[in-house]
């Protein structure tokens, strides 16, 4: 494949995921305040999915489009971070405050999360 093919077979790809409307990104270690931050990998690596109080109806379970292996609490909202996707607290779960918690390496992978009420 020549380098021209390449590139326009990249920016086709890259265009299309942008348009499908999913919430996840390649590497990006920034999470602006008032957002939830979830990555694929520790430290901050790999996919990441974003919330915020317009995407994450509080009191609701939401379960993430990526298994999560690090993440940040920007939110105003305390919120709990769930192994399963569906909440379960018969997993693992914990729950974390609100205006920047920081998990760099979590203690198990996060598939679900709920945003907590005011």
Same mark, same amino acid.
């Given at each position: ?16 995921? #942008?348009?499908?409307?999913? #919430? ?14 979830? &990555? ?15 995407? #994450? ?23 709990? #971070? ?33 945003? &907590?009420?005011?």
């Amino acid at each position: 494949m020549s380098t021209k093919s390449l590139i326009a077979a990249l920016v086709i790809t890259a265009g299309a995921v #942008a348009s499908s409307g999913i #919430a996840v990104a390649q590497s990006d270690k920034a999470c602006d305040k008032g957002e939830f931050c979830v &990555w694929t990998g520790p430290d901050y690596t790999g996919t990441v999915q974003r919330l915020d109080l317009e995407s #994450a109806n509080p009191d609701e379970c939401i379960p993430l489009t990526v298994v999560g292996r690090s993440f940040a609490n920007r939110l105003s909202r305390d919120i709990s #971070a769930y192994q399963r996707e569906n909440c379960s607290t018969e997993a693992e779960f914990t729950t974390y405050p609100k205006h920047g918690t920081y998990v760099p390496d979590a203690y198990f992978v996060i598939r679900g999360v709920q945003v &907590w009420g005011p």
